[in-house]
């Protein structure tokens, strides 16, 4: 996406059937709503049904959504963490594993691609262990580097709020990755 | 993020955050979803374009009049055919389907369900305008939120053509998913039995493809033979093809690689995937044992979706079976497998 308005005109393009403007809506944002929703749930297989759903949505509330604040990104973000509180409402069985069907790029070194794959599942499994809003706030600030305005929309808090939680988010994620680390090092013999 | 007073460690795990491995989309899944997406599109309520003759855009004042025109003129035609009925014999189906077939009649045309005529007489905005179904006017508009099921047109025939996705039965070319695994299992002469909506003049969007005879009466619309590929989490691969078998079915419990199954079901878009979701499944041999020289496998080279998505493990071909459907070769060769 060039600009907000070419944004707005794509939209409007959208609202009025345009195949492509919708297809190039989709493209713009798959990505970043695959990478929010594939922290937040349990498998790559729910992550890709909660994405495409987000997008079934986005088709279906099209006519109604209007720039009212809520920019179309946040918008979408709004829906997608709507279903994946939607999805831990209706299936509340524990993190399973995220990464067993995690793609794997050719182009990446293998030890690299490990190392990735490890901090992957590290994040994963502490952000997983944070009350849902933690795990919001933390996706959406610090990896879809969204306004305070834009997640205090999406989570329908003040931005008061929001700023006082990524504090207390970063300190129990803190927590919990210092825990995870000592685990990790743990069962490796390396103790001190 | 500026205004933020962030300590040392706050920083470092933003940092790490910002910095966190990104997870994508699989290009066969964003393409998936992408065709969700536009078949939703074209089978939905949203509106086309408003252009006038000259192709300027009209205004949504002018587009919302216009509706409201062609709501008024609907809703008296619709009184009309009501009164008419009411004085008159029902119509046959065929007379019904003529307000929605294009003009060029397709020869393999064969019949229309007394759904559609329900559905077209009981709520007539839904079938004879699509724009009509968003107009804010009409009472009986549906939410748009479910996909619509009702298909206005049955076909059935010998496919004459078939270039990827699209195939021609008499003189409809029939448009289907481009991924759609069926397209794996069918081939020029073989027996089609399609539902769908007419997206132009000729052209039908297929809702349903049907590859087994008489499909109209049973549950299955979709029959396939071959050996198991792979068992993956109660998921088996057949030709190529995901299938999943009802876990509480005590044949699905004893399957093993290798094993020659007779399977029908239906195919279900489950998130991005399609599975085809088993009714009946019969081990036509079990692994090891030789398969019926009724059956062969078929070569298709390269296939279109492992062409267009670089898949790994996609099947080049398929097995097929002469003479009877799936279910009943299944039975007879059930016999052959015992006597050896």
Redesign the interface.
């Known amino acids: 996406m060039d600009n907000l308005t070419s944004e707005s005109q794509l939209i409007a393009?959208a609202?009025?059937?345009?195949?492509e403007a919708?297809?190039a809506l989709?493209?713009a944002y798959?990505?970043a709503i695959?990478?929010y929703v594939?922290?937040r749930v349990d498998s790559?297989?729910?992550?890709?049904?909660i994405?495409?759903e987000v997008?079934?949505r986005m088709?279906?509330g099209?006519?109604q959504y209007e720039d009212r604040g809520l920019s179309f990104g946040a918008w979408l973000f709004k829906i997608a963490t709507n279903l994946v509180r939607e999805h831990y409402r209706h299936n509340r069985a524990g993190y399973v594993s995220a990464l067993t069907e995690?793609?794997r790029s050719s182009d990446i070194d293998p030890f690299d691609q490990v190392a990735?794959?490890e901090?992957?599942e590290q994040?994963i499994r502490a952000l997983h262990a944070l009350p849902p809003d933690y795990q919001d706030i933390?996706?959406l600030?610090?990896?879809k580097?969204l306004s305070h305005a834009e997640v205090a929309a999406i989570l329908e808090k003040s931005e008061t709020a929001v700023?006082s939680l990524?504090?207390r988010a970063?300190?129990a994620?803190?927590e919990q990755?210092g825990s995870v680390g000592k685990q990790r090092s743990y069962l490796r013999g390396n103790r001190p | 993020m500026n205004s933020d007073d962030f300590t040392p460690m706050e920083q470092e795990l933003i940092k790490r955050l910002q910095n966190a491995p990104q997870r994508r989309l699989t290009p066969r899944v964003e393409q998936a979803i992408q065709e969700k997406i536009l078949a939703e599109v074209l089978q939905s309520r949203l509106p086309a374009p408003p252009t006038n003759s000259a192709g300027v855009a009209i205004t949504p004042m002018q587009f919302i009049l216009g509706l409201a025109a062609v709501c008024v003129v609907v809703v008296g035609v619709v009184v009309a055919i009501e009164g008419q009925r009411q004085q008159n014999p029902p119509i046959s189906p065929a007379a019904s389907m003529e307000t929605t077939a294009p003009t060029t009649e397709p020869p393999s045309i064969v019949t229309t369900t007394s759904e559609l005529i329900e559905t077209s007489s009981s709520t007539p905005s839904i079938t004879s305008s699509p724009l009509l179904t968003d107009t804010p006017t009409s009472t009986h508009t549906p939410a748009p939120t479910p996909t619509p099921t009702v298909s206005s047109v049955i076909i059935e025939g010998v496919i004459e053509e078939l270039s990827e996705n699209i195939l021609k039965i008499g003189d409809t070319e029939i448009v289907i998913l481009a991924h759609h695994p069926v397209l794996e299992l069918i081939d020029v002469g073989d027996v089609l039995r399609v539902e769908g909506t007419w997206i132009a003049d000729g052209i039908l969007l297929a809702d349903v493809v049907s590859n087994l005879p008489g499909a109209a009466d049973a549950d299955a619309t979709v029959g396939m033979v071959g050996p198991i590929e792979f068992i993956d989490e109660g998921i088996i691969t057949i030709n190529g093809i995901e299938v999943i078998i009802d876990p509480r079915d005590l044949v699905g419990q004893s399957l093993s690689i290798g094993d020659f199954l007779s399977v029908e079901g239906n195919f279900k878009l489950q998130g991005a995937r399609y599975l085809l979701v088993v009714s009946a499944v019969e081990v036509i041999t079990k692994a090891g044992m030789s398969v019926s020289p009724d059956c062969y496998y078929e070569e298709t080279g390269m296939s279109a979706m492992g062409m267009s998505m670089g898949m790994e493990g996609m099947a080049m071909g398929r097995w097929r079976c002469n003479g009877m459907g799936a279910m009943g070769m299944g039975m007879g060769m059930g016999g052959m497998g015992m006597g050896n």
Request: net charge positive.
């Open positions: 393009k609202k009025a059937g345009d195949k919708i297809t989709y493209k798959n990505e695959f990478h594939s922290y790559q297989m729910v992550a890709e049904d994405t495409a997008f079934l088709l279906r099209l006519q995690n793609e990735q794959q901090e992957q994040l933390l996706i600030r610090f990896m580097n700023r990524q504090h970063l300190k994620l803190g990755l």
